[in-house]
């Protein structure tokens, strides 16, 4: 990935122009350019050493396309089509008459969408290209002039309406997108910055070591968790999760239990278990969910360390619903989302 990429760029900065304050052609040193043939090869003689030679001898130095051995290359995509032969060990197996890049050839393969209508210009808008294409997502982003709205524009890996939804609150929010890093566990990638995922990666590590049907839960129900970058907190949106930061930093053991709070949202919702509840519709739905979960993290963190002391939370909330009327067996539910874990652990990891 990392040498396509930086063929990619050195396309790019043909197509586009180098940054005014980095000489990066010979027509800035030894030659008149007057065309769009001259800058081309002024551009890939500076790459190989040549500016005291003539653009494309390229006979004395090392070379990186084929218009330097022996293609006659007349146009900034004979260049660009010389220069992925080269890389392709092609240069006598075709002629610049046969393109060998994604650019302008509908038929050749490609993996980026910004060779299919994109207008990129940045490392992450190339980045956010590749990730898009890989997903289908060519057209769901902005195209050529568009207006930059979300982060799933500048290299963010969105593949679910909580990446879309917090991609945009960030833009709206003036707050910095960042690349964020990513690591899988499971079917869950972890997305976030390094100090996120080796939060995470503790907390899930010791339910791992403790309760491996639990740490199942997690990694075999949950598609993503992402890391914040700010607030609300923690909530779960489909099958992903959001943890803010203040969250993320309470340590391995209080961290398993919101992330495994969390996980029983998103196990719930992928049973339709929530149906049940309608947590979303009504004040006591809404109660009655967080109960739930509230009582799963409780027996999870206890079965993982028998001597820890309980949450007096919990048992607070539960009085405070059945006082003003409320009844539900939150225990029952709990138990068979444990039964749920222990059906994924039998998935595999």
């Excluded at 982060?151 to 964020?180: A, F, H, S, Y």
Aim: glycine residues 10%; hydrophobic residues 35%; proline residues 4%.
């Amino acid at each position: 990935m990392k040498l396509k990429f930086a063929a990619i760029m050195i396309i790019v900065l043909c197509l586009y122009g180098a940054a005014s304050a980095q000489v990066d052609n010979c027509c800035h040193v030894d030659r008149q350019c007057h065309s769009e043939k001259d800058w081309t090869n002024g551009y890939f003689a500076f790459q190989n050493g040549q500016c005291a030679a003539p653009a494309q001898t390229g006979a004395s130095g090392q070379i990186d396309n084929c218009c330097f051995a022996g293609w006659q290359c007349d146009s900034e995509k004979d260049w660009i089509d010389g220069f992925w032969a080269y890389h392709n060990g092609q240069c006598g197996a075709q002629t610049a008459s046969q393109p060998m890049s994604p650019v302008g050839n509908e038929t050749s393969a490609i993996d980026n969408c910004c060779f299919a209508g994109w207008l990129c210009r940045t490392d992450l808008e190339w980045i956010n290209g590749y990730h898009a294409y890989q997903h289908n997502q060519c057209g769901q982003a902005t195209p050529a002039g568009g207006i930059i709205n979300s982060c799933c524009q500048l290299g963010w890996n969105c593949t679910n309406g909580l990446d879309r939804w917090l991609g945009e609150k960030v833009i709206r929010e003036g707050v910095e997108c960042g690349m964020p890093v990513q690591v899988a566990y499971g079917r869950t990638v972890l997305d976030g910055s390094e100090t996120f995922i080796r939060q995470v990666s503790a907390a899930l590590e010791y339910l791992s070591s403790r309760v491996p049907h639990w740490y199942a839960y997690i990694v075999n129900g949950v598609s993503k968790i992402r890391g914040g970058p700010f607030g609300p907190g923690t909530f779960a949106l489909a099958d992903a999760v959001n943890i803010a930061p203040t969250h993320a930093s309470e340590g391995a053991v209080v961290l398993a239990g919101t992330l495994l709070h969390e996980a029983c949202h998103v196990n719930r919702h992928n049973d339709g278990s929530d149906r049940t509840t309608g947590p979303y519709l009504t004040m006591e739905g809404f109660s009655i969910e967080e109960n739930i979960c509230e009582t799963l993290r409780e027996g999870a963190l206890t079965e993982a360390n028998p001597s820890r002391p309980p949450n007096p939370w919990l048992a607070d909330a539960i009085a405070f619903f059945r006082s003003h009327g409320g009844q539900y067996d939150f225990q029952a539910a709990a138990n068979g989302q444990r039964d749920r874990a222990f059906w994924l652990l039998s998935q595999g990891i």
